[in-house]
């Protein structure tokens, strides 16, 4: 799970916190060309506010305007698809003929957002269950080679903590490497115990500097399968 997803669902548990309504929307399949791939999240305020995408602005406002209008996801999840027809491709964008199904989810407790963005900050990988049928959530332990599974009764997702990475030595080469990973949306943490090599890293976006010496580091982070 990506950095942007994550703060989909903290923006969502805020918005339920202030009593707000909110839909949750899911890439469950695309076709040919699509802007963002499955497993993507957005979610949709009542009052229209949103977070997220599921399609990089192509169907957005469609959706806002279904969902407002209690023609999708009222009580229970849905289901809807964009760029089944020609004339749908033309009339929401959609890049290269493609199509994309998205799930929509009325969100409540039994949602179980916040216990999932536990076990993330955790970093454990979860694959979250939900039923189509009875809107209930299951979750448990996601293994190795999980992925989005979709058949209509049932919509399975998997989560879990961004992909790490640590460099060792704050030199002009861990520069590069750093503004690279942090492009590709891992969480970069340079470890540089000598102050000489201090300066400017401070202001670079999106890395983390630690002054630890890299054994001890090392072990504080505690690195597994989804850190290089």
């Not at 009222?74 to 290269?96: M, N």
């Not at 003929?97 to 916040?114: A, F, T, Y």
């Not at 400017?200 to 500097?209: Q, R």
Request: hydrophobic share 40%.
């Amino acid at each position: 799970m990506n950095s942007i997803d994550i703060d989909v669902i903290r923006t969502a548990l805020d918005w339920q916190s202030r009593g707000h309504r909110v839909v949750m929307g899911t890439v469950v399949r695309t076709w040919g060309s699509a802007p963002r791939p499955p497993g993507s999240l957005m979610i949709i305020r009542d009052d229209g506010q949103v977070a997220g995408s599921v399609s990089g602005g192509c169907i957005e406002d469609d959706l806002i305007r279904r969902v407002a209008a209690g023609e999708l996801a009222l009580r229970l999840p849905d289901t809807t698809t964009y760029g089944q027809t020609a004339e749908e491709v033309r009339r929401f964008g959609l890049p290269c003929g493609g199509s994309v199904q998205v799930v929509l989810e009325p969100l409540s407790p039994q949602s179980q957002l916040r216990e999932l963005l536990v076990l993330i900050e955790q970093h454990q990988r979860v694959e979250r269950r939900l039923d189509m049928a009875t809107g209930l959530v299951r979750m448990g332990a996601a293994t190795e080679g999980d992925k989005l599974q979709f058949d209509g009764q049932s919509l399975t997702t998997v989560h879990g903590p961004r992909l790490r990475l640590l460099i060792i030595g704050g030199g002009q080469l861990s520069r590069y490497l750093a503004a690279m990973a942090v492009m590709l949306d891992y969480q970069v943490t340079v470890c540089e115990p000598r102050v000489e090599y201090h300066e400017g890293w401070e202001a670079m976006s999106g890395v983390t500097l630690s002054t630890q010496m890299p054994d001890d580091l090392v072990l504080a982070m505690r690195l597994d399968h989804n850190s290089a």
